[in-house]
């Protein structure tokens, strides 16, 4: 069935309550208001209230301290800064579990491993991450040609109807993992003329970055180490600088290995930080994955608030002027 969902058109499975499509939101437990068809739904009335095709739905969320800190990619605003990978885990509860439990809106599939639909016969991601609940990122990963890149998005474009967001990445080689610059400058160029919105994985020179985003890609995603090494942030400098130049969103991507090196990447300023090893192998992925999520929330917090400056020397935290001795 299809519902209108604060002026979008949104499609749902049948026989669904406003508490369920509450939860499919993640807004359980958070301070909403809910208009349906014109008329207001009490709070204890939305497991109750039987969603019917061509609802016109209307929710509104409490907000404080000011505007709702939100981000953008190609034109659509996101709440998480989070942006987790699905590969990795055991099995597909796993990965539901998990990516639940991170809050995360934006998940990437790795197209040549991944199997959303193509064989019948086997578990269908999708199934546990459906496409209405989240913004699907097919990725190209495991490609170390400008071909095999290219041809990888627009099989994920003909296998997701149409859909235009992709990750690209073109790796150097096997033991690294790091990008091929060149390759990935002739993917991205290629992948922005036809139309697709490329948010692109790439080293962590600025100049590289900038070039990039001349091209048109709608996010750059620099490393901060190697692909699935846990090192943390190694480059914070750099990062900087790319952040400094950059007029679209930047996101770290690879290298993250705990909760402490998510809150340093948002700190720093980043718009966001994708991972998928740091959760995936970790001894509880679950337990990981909101963990990740607090540590997302509170470097973001600490880089609006900003930090007091460093000193060489102690400053005393309350004032001894005035005082008698």
Do not use: W
Not at 69 to 83: K, W
Not at 108 to 129: E, K
Not at 158 to 175: F, I, Q, S, T
Request: aromatic share 4%; charged share 25%; hydrophobic share 45%.
């Amino acid at each position: 069935m299809e519902i209108i969902l604060n002026g979008e058109t949104r499609r749902m499975e049948e026989n669904l309550t406003l508490a369920d499509l509450v939860a499919e939101l993640q807004l359980s437990g958070v301070r909403i208001a809910v208009e349906r068809n014109a008329a207001i739904v009490p709070h204890g009335e939305y497991a109750k209230c039987a969603l019917r095709d061509g609802d016109r739905l209307e929710i509104v969320r409490a907000i404080g301290g000011g505007q709702e800190d939100t981000f953008t990619i190609a034109g659509r605003v996101f709440h998480s800064r989070l942006l987790v990978g699905t590969g990795k885990y055991k099995d597909l509860e796993e990965t539901r579990r998990a990516v639940e439990a991170s809050g995360a809106e934006i998940i990437t599939v790795a197209i040549r491993r991944s199997n959303i639909g193509q064989d019948p016969s086997q578990p269908n991601l999708l199934d546990v991450l459906p496409p209405e609940r989240y913004t699907l990122l097919p990725n190209t990963a495991g490609c170390y040609t400008v071909e095999d890149a290219v041809r990888t998005c627009r099989l994920a474009r003909e296998l997701l109807d149409g859909h235009k967001l992709v990750k690209l990445e073109v790796l150097g080689d096997p033991k690294t993992l790091f990008p091929d610059v060149i390759g990935t400058l002739e993917a991205a160029k290629i992948l922005v003329a036809e139309g697709f919105d490329v948010m692109v994985y790439t080293n962590d020179d600025p100049i590289t970055a900038k070039r990039l985003e001349d091209l048109g890609c709608v996010a750059v995603m620099p490393l901060a180490a190697p692909i699935g090494s846990g090192l943390g942030i190694r480059n914070p400098y750099n990062l900087l600088t790319i952040l400094e130049n950059a007029s679209v969103p930047v996101l770290v991507d690879a290298g993250v290995g705990t909760a402490s090196d998510a809150a340093i990447a948002m700190e720093l300023g980043c718009g966001g930080v994708l991972m998928n090893t740091a959760i995936a192998e970790a001894k509880n992925p679950v337990l990981m994955a909101s963990a990740m999520k607090k540590a997302i929330e509170a470097g973001r917090e600490a880089f609006l608030a900003g930090r007091m400056p460093r000193k060489r020397y102690a400053s005393a935290s309350s004032p001894v002027d005035g005082l008698f001795f």
